[in-house]
């Protein structure tokens, strides 16, 4: 169901919309530069510090796809205000936290929260606007702010911990929260389906969220203790059984919660492969350089968080460019010249030496894999939906932030326990602390910067130029006809 509103308003809805967004996106680094504080000031042990990032994240990337799901079938407004109450309450609660156990839980709710009101806006947004030129432009817009938000995430954090506190970088989500459940009636079409069934797939949602739940949790703590520990084996075990019992559940149910069908778009394949991987190398990524700048190079929060404004604001500046090459017809040579900027940028800073400057070391690696975000995450977001129906627009734009979280925790725990294992062995060696810490690091910059490259054959072999042809020649049709956009 497309919006008969005037094209003003569908504006106005989508600009809540993804403000809604932004804060689910940067909440995933906003606290990456500000846990030694809050380690210090909650009395966390070294161990449990590490739950204030997993939290958010297990709960964010396992509970997506029915988050999506439930935005189809329940309705999509519905479902975007229980998230945005659920994420705002939680940030309020977070803030407010007096210890780790409060804060944790926090921070799980939050997630929760993300996971309910990201898949929901995003069809909302796909169904406000059909494919073609107005889409691709809402979706470039969408897309850019994926790519900026993480590294604004690490900047916004430093800022508030450094003039604020750090229950600050909490407490900004409870306004603007506030003001968009305000609005979202008002301004926010609810695009269920009339005819849609509300059967609910139980049986799959709850192996399907467990095996991910699981799967997220066995790689995130398995830096802690160890790939080849009891728990971490029976975890990937036991996730492995779910998500398999979970295919052959949806095979054979009558309205599954993924309907394997939707894989037949081999471009939201190709798309969710390069989302698995963009989210395993830039998140991760950001992730181990917020690392080497504290721990090697000794800078602040603030600086830390100033440093990634060269990857920020090349992304926000190429933004546009990117959404222009779309819409005329290169999503997929963007995307593969999106995810190979990334992989440069990554191994260029692989050379980053114990005493780093961050004009000679650190600016180069940066820009260049800002300016990847800008190339890749914008066409990844238009291939993900592409011919996808409306009755699955929540699915599918579920299924992408998935593949994207989940790769990013991936990233993230392989990058740690390499990172980890390979200081270790150094220091062992009688490497000096710091050239140990830089050498783990650059060790575990060689292989995410191979998880971004990995991308570009996956995108030549899985995306199809048809398939991604029909919303250009609708914006060739569409763009000469601005009178007509509001009757979308």
């Known amino acids: 169901m497309t919006s008969t509103a005037p094209n003003i308003n569908r504006w106005r809805a989508f600009a809540l919309l993804a403000a809604s967004f932004f804060m689910t996106i940067i909440d995933l680094t906003i606290?990456?530069?500000s846990l030694p504080t809050i380690g210090r000031d909650l009395h966390f042990t070294p161990t449990s510090l590490q739950w204030v990032v997993t939290a958010y994240a297990l709960?964010?990337?396992?509970?997506?796809l029915l988050g999506g799901r439930a935005a189809d079938l329940l309705g999509r407004r519905r479902i975007l205000m229980a998230g945005l109450s659920l994420f705002t309450a939680a940030s309020l609660g977070a803030a407010l936290s007096a210890g780790e156990g409060s804060l944790i839980a926090a921070r799980a709710v939050q997630g929760l929260g993300a996971a309910m009101m990201v898949p929901a806006a995003l069809s909302i947004v796909m169904n406000m606007f059909a494919e073609g030129a107005e889409r691709n432009k809402a979706l470039g817009i969408w897309g850019g702010l994926g790519a900026a938000g993480a590294t604004v995430g690490v900047i916004a954090g430093g800022f508030l911990t450094r003039y604020a506190g750090w229950q600050y970088i909490f407490y900004l989500n409870v306004p603007i929260g506030a003001v968009a459940l305000a609005l979202a009636p008002r301004l926010v079409p609810d695009s269920r389906l009339a005819t849609a069934r509300r059967r609910f797939d139980a049986l799959g949602a709850t192996t399907g969220t467990g095996?991910?739940?699981l799967l997220v949790d066995a790689i995130s703590q398995a830096p802690q203790y160890g790939w080849s520990a009891t728990r971490t084996?029976?975890?990937?075990?036991?996730?492995?059984a779910l998500l398999v019992a979970f295919l052959v559940i949806e095979a054979r149910a009558k309205d599954p919660v993924l309907p394997?069908?939707?894989?037949?778009l081999r471009t939201l394949a190709g798309a969710n492969v390069a989302g698995l991987l963009l989210g395993g190398s830039f998140f991760a990524f950001i992730f181990v350089g917020t690392l080497y700048m504290q721990q090697v190079l000794h800078y602040s929060a603030l600086e830390t968080g100033f440093a990634w404004l060269a990857a920020s604001l090349t992304s926000?500046?190429?933004?546009?460019?990117?959404?222009?090459?779309?819409?005329?017809?290169?999503?997929k040579l963007v995307m593969a010249i999106g995810m190979a900027l990334i992989g440069a940028g990554v191994l260029w800073a692989t050379q980053v030496p114990v005493h780093g400057r961050f004009l000679a070391n650190l600016a180069g690696p940066f820009v260049v894999a800002g300016a990847g975000t800008a190339f890749a995450f914008i066409p990844i977001s238009i291939a993900a939906l592409a011919g996808v129906s409306?009755?699955?627009?929540?699915?599918?734009?579920?299924?992408?932030n998935t593949s994207q979280q989940l790769g990013g925790a991936i990233g993230i725990a392989i990058a740690s326990s390499l990172a980890a294992s390979h200081t270790q062995a150094l220091a062992h060696a009688g490497t000096a602390a710091p050239a140990a810490l830089t050498g783990g690091f650059q060790q575990a910059l060689w292989v995410l910067g191979a998880i971004a490259l990995l991308a570009v054959p996956a995108i030549f072999a899985l995306v199809r130029r048809d398939e991604l042809s029909d919303a250009v020649a609708k914006t060739t049709i569409r763009e000469p006809q601005p009178a007509l956009a509001g009757a979308n």
């Not at 084996?233 to 996730?239: E, H, P, T």
């Open 31 to 33: 606290v990456n530069v």
């Open 59 to 64: 709960t964010f990337g396992g509970f997506l």
């Open 211 to 213: 095996g991910l739940v």
């Open 233 to 240: 084996i029976a975890l990937l075990a036991a996730s492995a």
């Open 260 to 264: 394997l069908s939707i894989f037949r």
């Open 316 to 331: 926000v500046a190429l933004a546009g460019i990117s959404q222009a090459l779309v819409t005329c017809g290169g999503a």
């Open 390 to 400: 409306e009755h699955q627009a929540g699915l599918a734009s579920g299924l992408l």
